[in-house]
């Protein structure tokens, strides 16, 4: 016998020992890991539909009363006007089709505007006041149009006395209801939030976002189609919130909560190797469970359930072991499948990790991610050239903008030298003295200083949508509207200003801290905005007159003795939100032409009357001062240095008009100042 038939015969009874050997070991392995694999899958199908359930509740109440919440602070949504405010509601529940409601109650009075759906999508405004008897309804059309309408609402109704307006106003966010009973009849659940304006610490009123729980249950009906069993939503303690149809729904729902009841600190089923589904018996069925608990940020919690007849899903397991027994012949392929798949998975989970924190890059998370490494060398190299690169962004960021930065990643365009005109809103904050506190303190003193007095004014900018262009030594540049868009720049510009310095004021009345005293110039117009520098290196910044002129009001500052000066541009565009003192005409150095400048006091209703009465008292007697009753107008503003000897603008004024007695005006006089300091 030659020796290749002899090597041939020895290998082929090698092989069929080999595979006889690896047949019977497969086909006991392969039943549990299929088995297992199987209860992974289905476990998995229940984590989908948890998300699935998830967002339907979640996503739409979250966004609408974050939105609603924020418009309301801002004064952008007409909380006074019940048409208007019944009219915007109506809009946003007819695009939101999974909700039944969206309303607004009024804390002090409860007043009540909502809107529900009802049948053919139609749209029904409901407003009313408890104790009034003026309950009133009407059907809003698409188009806009009103049509009389008679629900089966109850009369007198007060928001305040129910559950989910109580918990909202003691929470900091929001609260979602147990089911209950709508007062159009019909079950569901609530999500409630109140807001707070920015000068009050009491909530103003309370938004809402309510659910059908029938809507829920058609949801969950489509999700029992799906896995070919029966799904249910609970309460954390096991209490039922909806299900799908079933004939044994009851009885499950029951089990259900008795298990989670003698477990309440279970793990979720997700499909790991480690989870096991839990088997529930009814009559002579026995039904597999995979539970997950759904617990979002904004405090929606519950515990969504699927189930499966344990033979629905082990059937097919069973039928494919019995396959598996006959094709022995093919396990060493099998092996080397496999042996494949485990070499794939061990380079391809580094680099699946890899791009996913690429990809979070691109959405500016720039946080240190733990990435697994890989027995590949270049695999690594590629990691730790993504960590250099987060690493030197998060360093580019404290640079420049992170607006800017933001847009930049987001397009994947390379940034190119461009601007365009613009109108913005730019501020200038400047610290008074600061060389004196410069030769008082060393400087590793005075640089945390400044950090710390920086950080809370450019946290305050940002907050309200501002960028911060640079800092200049104790100085610093910056604008609004710019590189994003910002409706009504011109009032988050002051608010900010005078919330900042509020807060930069409370800070340092620790006796340790350097007192800086700021100065502040607000200006707003046309200005050129973008990328300036050359093709190698530039920065986005702002050029114009509009920036010079906020400079100017900042130095004005130390003569007039205020601390934050606006033109009389700032001044009308920022709304009536504010309290003003007309201080002047002036013209300032490298502008031509006058301006009207103005002191920012405060906020509307945070002034003091002293210096409202002052204030009156001063534009008063400037009006005189234009008018050219120099007499008139020196007498109120010694008035007012009686009243107030520190009011450094009334003493200037008051010794310009002696000034002005004795001189020849020229017939065009009109009041302007000429100021030629830089």
Request: a negative charge.
């Amino acid at each position: 016998m030659g020796l290749r038939t002899l090597l041939s015969l020895v290998l082929a009874g090698l092989l069929m020992v080999t595979a006889g050997f690896i047949s019977w070991l497969g086909y006991s392995s392969s039943h549990r890991a299929l088995k297992h694999t199987t209860e992974q899958e289905f476990a998995l199908s229940n984590g989908v539909a948890s998300q699935e359930i998830a967002d339907f509740l979640n996503d739409p109440a979250n966004r609408l009363l974050d939105e609603l919440s924020r418009r309301a602070r801002r004064g952008m949504l007409n909380l006074k006007d019940d048409k208007a405010l019944g009219f915007d509601l109506a809009e946003r529940l007819r695009v939101n089709r999974n909700l039944a409601w969206i309303s607004y109650s009024d804390a002090q009075t409860g007043h009540f505007i909502g809107v529900y759906r009802i049948a053919n999508n139609g749209i029904v405004l409901d407003i009313s006041d408890p104790g009034m008897g003026n309950d009133h309804e009407e059907i809003i059309t698409p188009e806009g149009g009103e049509i009389p309408y008679q629900g089966k609402q109850p009369n007198d109704y007060d928001p305040r006395k129910r559950d989910w307006f109580k918990n909202a106003i003691l929470a900091d966010s929001t609260v979602w209801s147990q089911p209950y009973v709508f007062m159009d009849g019909v079950k569901g659940i609530t999500a409630s939030r109140a807001w707070k304006s920015s000068d009050t610490a009491m909530p103003v009123g309370v938004f809402t976002v309510d659910f059908y729980l029938k809507d829920l249950e058609s949801l969950l009906d489509g999700i029992a189609q799906k896995i070919g069993g029966f799904s249910t939503i609970l309460e954390p303690d096991g209490t039922l919130v909806c299900s799908s149809n079933n004939p044994d729904a009851t009885a499950l729902v029951t089990a259900l909560g008795d298990w989670i009841r003698s477990d309440p600190d279970f793990k979720n089923i997700n499909g790991r190797a480690t989870s096991h589904l839990v088997p529930i018996s009814i009559g002579s069925t026995t039904y597999l469970a995979a539970l997950d608990h759904v617990q979002t940020p904004s405090g929606l919690r519950c515990i969504v359930a699927g189930m499966v007849p344990e033979s629905v899903i082990f059937d097919q397991v069973n039928r494919l072991v019995s396959q598996i027994g006959l094709i022995g012949g093919l396990v060493a392929l099998i092996l080397a499948m496999l042996a494949g798949w485990f070499m794939a998975h061990r380079i391809s989970e580094p680099l699946h990790a890899l791009g996913n924190d690429l990809a979070r890059v691109g959405q500016f998370h720039l946080a240190a991610e733990n990435t697994p490494r890989s027995v590949v060398r270049e695999v690594n190299q590629l990691r730790d050239a993504a960590d250099r690169m987060k690493s030197g962004l998060r360093s580019f960021i404290k640079y420049v903008p992170d607006d800017l930065v933001r847009q930049l990643l987001s397009s994947g365009k390379e940034a190119v030298l461009g601007g365009e005109i613009r109108r913005l809103t730019v501020f200038f904050f400047d610290i008074e003295g600061f060389s004196t506190h410069s030769e008082q303190v060393t400087p590793s003193v005075l640089v945390h200083e400044l950090a710390d007095y920086f950080e809370i004014l450019s946290r305050r900018l940002r907050q309200h949508s501002g960028t911060i262009d640079k800092f200049i030594g104790d100085g610093l540049l910056g604008f609004f509207n710019a590189p994003e868009k910002v409706p009504h720049h011109e009032n988050l510009a002051c608010r900010a200003t005078l919330i900042g310095l509020q807060e930069v004021a409370l800070y340092q009345k620790d006796g340790n801290r350097i007192p800086f005293h700021t100065r502040v110039g607000l200006h707003c117009g046309d200005v050129l905005v973008g990328n300036i520098g050359t093709p190698e290196r530039f920065a986005y910044t702002v050029l114009g007159d509009v920036v010079n002129v906020a400079s100017r009001l900042e130095n004005l500052n130390k003569v007039y003795g205020t601390q934050i000066l606006g033109s009389g541009e700032v001044r009308e565009h920022a709304g009536d939100d504010f309290e003003w003192r007309h201080l002047d005409r002036v013209s300032v150095a490298g502008r031509k032409g006058s301006m009207d400048i103005y002191e920012l006091m405060g906020l509307k209703d945070g002034v003091d009357e002293d210096r409202l009465r002052n204030r009156k008292l001063y534009e008063e007697a400037l009006a005189h001062y234009f008018a050219r009753s120099f007499f008139d107008a020196r007498s109120i503003f010694g008035q007012i240095v009686g009243n107030c000897p520190s009011n450094k603008a009334a003493l200037l004024m008051m010794t310009r008009c002696d000034h002005m007695v004795s001189r020849d005006l020229p017939p065009d006089w009109d009041g302007v100042f000429v100021y030629n300091i830089k």
